[in-house]
């Protein structure tokens, strides 16, 4: 696994991309955001989302730890489910979702 960022001036995502046989259309896994508290409540995390959706090609499957309930709300608007686990993270005390890429899910941000 090799953790990438999305810099921007208000925060950053690191993320993994992950193409592999179990992942063929490819994997995009959250490690975690970052807003910069005088961006906080202004929408920077989903411009920073739509930066990084827009990076992958759709029907890329994408898994999301969330400890932040707040952003749970968001995710389920954009399509995700919860599921049991997610890819190198295990068991942990977070909402687990996922989601496949579309540009409707883009659009929706």
Known sequence: MEIKILETDFGAI?????ISEKYPRGLLLFM???????????GKFKEMLKIL?????ENTLIQVPLSNKKLVSLFDRLGF?????????????VIEMEGILSSEMIKKI
């Open 81 to 93: 489910k919860k599921v049991k686990s997610i890819e190198y993270w295990g068991e942990i005390n």
């Open 53 to 57: 959706f827009s990076k992958f090609p």
């Open 32 to 42: 975690g955001s970052y807003v910069k508290k005088e961006f906080r409540g202004q």
């Open 14 to 18: 690191n993320y993994d991309y992950i």
